[in-house]
T-cell receptor, first 114, second 112 residues
Framework: ELKVEQNPLFLSMQEGKNYTIYCNYS?????LYWYRQDPGKSLESLFV?????AVKQEGRLMASLDTKARLSTLHITAAVHDLSATYFC??????????????FGQGTRLTINP | EPEVTQTPSHQVTQMGQEVILRCVPI?????FYWYRQILGQKVEFLVS????????KSEIFDDQFSVERPDGSNFTLKIRSTKLEDSAMYFC??????????FGSGTRLTVV
C-alpha cells in the first residue's frame, strides 16, 4: 500500500525566515504533486514533479524530487504572510498496480507571523 | 483552462437522507475520482472510475456509496443514507491519459 508522510504537520514561522517541508513516500513513483489549500477552499496545484532530480520554483517556493530516496521537499524562502495555508504533497500511484490514484500526505499547516 | 465543475457547492441534509453530488469532469479525460476531506484532516481517496466501471475503491466507500457516469459527461457520487460522519468536503477529480489531475472546487456536505 502506498503511504505518504509529511513533516512537520504544523509549522509556525516568522516572516523573512526560510523553512523546508518534507514528504516521504513508501513505494517507487516518479510523479509527485504539491498542492496548496486555503481554509474552506479547493486544492490549488503548485508543482508537478515528473522525474528524479526535478526541481521547480515559483516565487518563494521551490520543490524538488529525489525518487531514489523517495523524498520530496518544499522549500520556502523569506516567508511572507500570504503563504500561510495548508500544503499537501501527493504521490501518483497510477503506474503502480493496485494504486491507480493520487495518495495524499497529511498536510502541513503553515502559519507565518509578522 | 479546462475546469472540473462540481455542484452544489454546499449541501445540508438530514441524517438518513440520500444525497447526490454532481461533477462534470474535463471532457477528454479518462479517469475520474472522488475524494473527501473531513474538516482539518487529510484528503482521502474514495473511488476511481475508468471505462465506465469502478477501478478501485477504499474502505470508506462502503455499500452506502455509489458512483455513476450516466450520460458520458456527468460523474455522480450518491450516498444512500447519510450519517453524521459523512459531513465533509467532497472533491471530484479527473485525469487524462498521462499525468495531471484536475480537482473541482468541492461540495461541502453537512449532515444534521
Amino acid at each position: 500500500e502506498l503511504k505518504v508522510e509529511q513533516n512537520p504537520l504544523f509549522l509556525s514561522m516568522q516572516e523573512g525566515k526560510n523553512y523546508t517541508i518534507y514528504c516521504n513516500y513508501s513505494t517507487t513513483s516518479d510523479r509527485l504533486y504539491w498542492y496548496r489549500q486555503d481554509p474552506g477552499k479547493s486544492l490549488e496545484s503548485l508543482f508537478v514533479l515528473l522525474s528524479n532530480g526535478a526541481v521547480k520554483q515559483e516565487g518563494r517556493l521551490m520543490a524538488s524530487l529525489d525518487t531514489k530516496a523517495r523524498l520530496s521537499t518544499l522549500h520556502i524562502t523569506a516567508a511572507v504572510h500570504d503563504l500561510s495555508a495548508t500544503y499537501f504533497c501527493a504521490v501518483d500511484g497510477s503506474l503502480i498496480q493496485g494504486a491507480q490514484k493520487l495518495v495524499f500526505g497529511q498536510g502541513t499547516r503553515l502559519t507565518i507571523n509578522p | 483552462e479546462p475546469e472540473v465543475t462540481q455542484t452544489p457547492s454546499h449541501q445540508v441534509t438530514q441524517m438518513g437522507q440520500e444525497v447526490i453530488l454532481r461533477c462534470v469532469p474535463i471532457s477528454n479525460h479518462l479517469y475520474f475520482y472522488w475524494y473527501r476531506q473531513i474538516l482539518g484532516q487529510k484528503v482521502e481517496f474514495l473511488v476511481s472510475f475508468y471505462n465506465n466501471e469502478i477501478s478501485e475503491k477504499s474502505e470508506i466507500f462502503d455499500d452506502q456509496f455509489s458512483v455513476e457516469r450516466p450520460d458520458g459527461s456527468n460523474f455522480t457520487l450518491k450516498i444512500r443514507s447519510t450519517k453524521l460522519e459523512d459531513s465533509a468536503m467532497y472533491f471530484c477529480a479527473s485525469r487524462g491519459r498521462y499525468y495531471g489531475y484536475t480537482f473541482g472546487s468541492g461540495t461541502r456536505l453537512t449532515v444534521v
